[in-house]
């Protein structure tokens, strides 16, 4: 797809997380964490909930300062940044909890994250003229290519309300796309889903990954899929990191299988932990299999 252009040209790292601390009154939410993501690299962080994870992405995406540390993008500075000036460097992210504008149809949600491509003045836009003819078709062209991408065609012209949750899920992502990201962020991008919904949705990651060449951090309690798609895994657990590595190597850390429940290894409690999963909602040691049942509620974690 030619919509996306790859990230990560220059020779050092996407993304540089250096020891950053985030407080809210009485909670450390991310306690001297550090990473770093490489040019095409899927970078994934685990932990049970309330490790920190979704506040890493507030951090970078600038919807919190952090206390201490420093977080660079694409070798910029970006703390004390305005969420949308980080948008506009190109880094895009999906929620927790989806966010989308439920009466507007796909194609206009998409249409939503090419804001940061159109430079046109109202007046041009109004009289559908020049520069804001040309930016609008080019941007029609561009979302219809990640319609075509995330084989979502026949849902195109619903509003997004009216569609099943695993469509609204891939229009998020979509919407994402449409930003043109030089680095993605996937907050739970297979929470909620059955397993069909899950695997067409690791596809659609692989591909991102893969033919885009777009860097990723992933975030996701559903360990089969960060063990099958991460190249590294970062550990989290109230706050502090416990381990960086390769998945394999992470999975039999003691000290994340203790996290996890204190026994088995992080997938094998993935495995066994779906029976248990409602009484245990809420609580911590939540990994799944992507086979949950739909968030009954928003956790408001953004
Ligand atoms: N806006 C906030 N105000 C106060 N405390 C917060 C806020 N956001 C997060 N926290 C706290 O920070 C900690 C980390 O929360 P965070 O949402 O980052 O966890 P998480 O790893 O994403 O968890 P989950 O897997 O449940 O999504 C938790 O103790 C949470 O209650
Ligand atoms: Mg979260």
Redesign the pocket.
């Known amino acids: 797809m030619a919509v996306v252009t790859p990230a990560g040209a220059g020779a050092g790292p996407v993304l540089e997380f250096s020891d950053v601390v985030l407080r ?2 009485g ?1 450390t ?1 991310i306690d001297r964490v550090s990473f770093t993501v490489d040019p095409g690299e899927l970078f994934a962080i685990i ?10 992405f ?1 951090v970078l995406s600038g919807v919190y300062a952090p206390e201490a540390g420093s977080v660079s993008f694409l070798g910029t500075d970006i703390v004390g940044h305005k969420p949308h000036a980080i948008a506009a460097m190109g880094m895009a992210r999906t929620f ?1 909890n989806i966010e989308l504008f439920e009466n507007l149809t796909v194609i206009d949600n998409l249409m939503l994250g090419r804001h940061r491509h159109i430079r046109y003045g109202w007046l041009s836009a109004m009289a559908w003229l020049g520069p804001a003819r040309t930016q609008e078709l080019a941007s029609r062209r561009a979302i219809e290519e990640i319609i075509d991408f995330l084989e979502i065609e026949q849902y195109r012209k619903y509003p997004v309300g009216l569609l099943p949750y695993g469509v609204q899920k891939r229009v998020e992502l979509g919407r994402a796309l449409a930003m043109e990201p030089r680095l993605l962020l996937l907050d ?1 991008p297979v929470a909620g889903m059955n397993l069909e919904e899950t695997e067409d949705m690791a596809r659609f990651i692989l591909d991102i990954r893969e033919e885009l060449e777009i860097p990723i951090v992933l ?1 996701e ?1 559903d360990m089969g899929l960060v063990m099958d798609l991460a190249d590294r895994v970062l550990c ?1 657990d109230f ?1 502090k990191p416990l381990t960086t590595g390769k998945p394999s190597d992470v999975q039999q850390h003691p000290d994340v299988i203790a996290a996890y429940l204190g026994g088995g290894s992080a997938v094998d409690v993935a495995a066994s932990d779906a029976a248990a999963d409602d009484e245990a909602a809420g609580g911590r040691g ?1 990994p799944t299999a992507g086979t949950h049942d739909r968030p009954a509620e928003t ?1 408001g ?1 953004r």
């Open positions: 809210f009154a909670v939410a932990g049970p909930n309330g490790a920190g994870k979704t506040s890493i507030n927790q739970e975030v309690h989290l706050g939540e956790k974690t």
